[in-house]
């Protein structure tokens, strides 16, 4: 059977079960490999992709409750809040290995949809449930503090 | 300019090879077929083709240099600190500069102080250094050769900068993939002057920007578990309940049933199930019943474990350092301190669990893996398939993480690829559950102090025995009268004046596998010797920053010492005098050690010297009412010789002190009756985002050769911030983690 969704803007039909959860729709079926598996049971984040703008862990979201929705992946983060964190995360080079970055990314990109100029505490909160072994937290806070200035030059710059 | 692209893998390269044109081009490498024959054996390799692997630097026509990097990326930045070295030595223009894992080949891309191709041991830079500036400065050369072939002027008036060669006087000038066909052809220099390191403009650059930035903030970036081959199926393994447990029998007809499952098979390990999708694997898995042999299991649990540790800890070791005569000295003393320290298993749970892919055919294997055991893996392969090494092909992709964890192999999943025949290619990975309670661990460890001091609080006599597993088993190159080094290191090397040392250990031999874990002996021993030596000052009535510097104050050399060690490592056993008392200073001057805090905050100091490299650490806690510990800024010191990258060294510290952290606050896993009892990051806590202490680091400015750094920077976090928290509290914890025990009271 087949499970409709939208994923990254594009409509796209994948042949998998229902209950299978979305993040392996999205890596084995749709062959988008940025959302990365890390714990299975919402633990670590590194799965996190935004269901229509929301943070979500899709280790354990089924497929089929998101059919119809609109799901981005890192592969399609774009908007001025994406490129604002991509472009922090470069300056800053927040990354080590790399592994759990895309779902640091995304859930960074919903707190500053949220929260143009969230405070240190707001970090706390939104980012919480997003594990990095490596411990890139310092420049994680840094690249998004960095990331909310950038994109209010770019707002002002737009204006 | 995008850079995308900026990281290619091997195996890319070649499907891009088949499509595009041959392109002539530079490339540049050395063969040195003995370690000892170091440079005394020098080789250029030049190729027509750019797409020829054997060599660490390519230039090409489209002006691209490319640097093949023999040490595996797991975010610890060996590729842009290998990059760097190469394009400082060939004055390339950063941006130019491309960066991809070399192929398996032993010959060429050795780790020279291991003598065969892998990573660990924080020796990537260390042991490339010399080998990378060379292949960079012969590259330049070469160029500069050719230049002055082509523009008839002499070669002593072409400068070379940010990827330009020029003629001033003729006001000439071209870039290098201009020449890079041209340079090809010139003969290969004997000798190559490298660059007094005053006149660096790469490294050392303060921030000179990571080659993998934008690939891993992108999502683009390769894992090994992201691999797709064509016909590929996802296998996993049921390994036993109890370590040391095999299959006896076991039925699969249910895991069969299971739609897209495609095989069950047994293997050394356990049973693994064939599927089309890691779904339809997970079930199949679920499904099977087997039955274990487990009559050479481990069925005893932590607390048993502890009992055996405990018996042996009342018993002396094998002597791993012996000087003067401690029992006497502390006979002699006018007062004597003793402490016990206990420390846990430890998972190394990188964020990627382990995963490899291997096509098998009759006379291939390729295996995509972030292995750092390079020619480990290959050997592996080779043997379990039955074919020669050079028909193991090792694609070498980013690893999510190591800390000690990527040196297992692919050897189950080459076991599977056999199995079923090699009849479609196989990717085999871990679950987190599969992670946190089948890894090989930071063994258990067992240690006791005793310090006597004279009347003057003079510190006389240093006794510490060391109870626990060796991870470097009964391996003869490294084992020596019974000791295996990295059960001691920084504890038999400790860096301080002392007339009276003994130090001693049991190595027991127990069911439970154990592996290197960033810093290995360190990370345990580390914190023993610093927290006791705190204790110590305290005794003394001494400040632990003063106590500390006046046993700095010599040479821990300047005295007979019977240190037992393999003779390769003796000269890096101790920093050059007076490195640790360089880097205590100036984390002693940066923390503004001294003066006061509020109450219930403390500091605390640790310094530690491990893998030539000298860190030392203040920390700053908050103890709230509840004993719940805040560790709120870090300050850091270190001197690791010639810095290639401070943004990276930065960034290890910062990712150190989080690793260091983790373990010590929660880091546990333990056994009841024989099972482990952590299976996720829900009851294996690690540090999340908003336990992170800002971190401040100091870097030591030195001309001498880079040493280590990634595991360097774990060691001290532990005992700095413990001591903090007995500053701050008069109370010490000497069970680990710290949680739940700090809360609950169970102090000394």
Redesign the interface.
Known sequence: MSISLRLNNRTVKLDVPPDVPLLWAIREAAGLTGTKYGCGIAQCGACTVLLEGEPIRSCVTPVNSVAGKLVTTIEGASGVTARAVQRAWEKLDVVQCGYCQSGQIMSAIALLEQKPRPTDLDIDDAMNGNICRCGTYVRIRAAIHEAARIKEGQTHAER | MRSDSKIASASRRRFLATGAAATAGLVVGFYAPKSDGFFATMLAVNRDSVFSPNAFLRVAPDNTVTVVSKHAE????AYTGLATIIAEELDADWSQVRVEAAPADRDLYKNLQFGSQGTGGSNSIANSYEQYRRAGATARAMLVAAAADRWRVPSGEITVEKGLLRHAASRRQASFGKLAQAAASVPVPAQVTLKDPKNFKLIGAE?L??L????????????A??V?VPDMA?ALVARPPFFGATVKTFDASKTKAV?GVLDAVQISTGVAVVAK???AAQRGRDALRIEWDESKAEHRGTPELWAEYRRLLEQPGSVARRDGDCAQALARATRTVSATFEFPYLAH?????LSAVVRLSANQCDIWTGDWDVSGVQDDAARITDLTTQQVHIHTL??????GRRGSGASEVVEVAKAIGGRFPVKLFW???DDVRGDAYRPMYLHKLDAGLDEQGNLIAWQHRIVGQSVLGGDPNWIINGIDITSVAGASNIPYYIPNILVDLHSPVLGVPIEKWRSVGNSHNAFAVETFLDDVAHAAGRDPYQFRRALLMKDPRDKPMQLVAPDRMKPGLFAKFPRDRRVLELVGEKSGWGTSLPPRKGRGLAVHYSFRTSVAQVAEVTVGSDGGVKVDRVVCAVDCGVAINP??IR??M??????GL?AILYGAITLKNGKVEQS???DYR?????E?P??EVHIVGSDEPPTGIGESVVPPIGPAVSNAIFAATGKRVRTLPLYPNIQAGEVQ
């Not at chain 2, 797991?74 to 930045?77: A, D, E, F, I």
């Not at chain 2, 993998?212 to 894992?223: E, N, P």
């Open positions: 797991g975010g610890q930045g921030h920007p990571r993998d930035s934008r690939t891993k903030t992108t999502g683009k970036a390769v894992f578990i992201d797709s996802i739609p999708s890691f779904p749970a990188t964020m990627e669990p980013y690893g999510g993480g190591s800390f679950t987190r559950e943004d990276v960034a290890q910062e990712g150190g002190v989080a690793f983790s996720n990051f829900d690690v540090l999340r985002m908003n992170m800002r971190v």
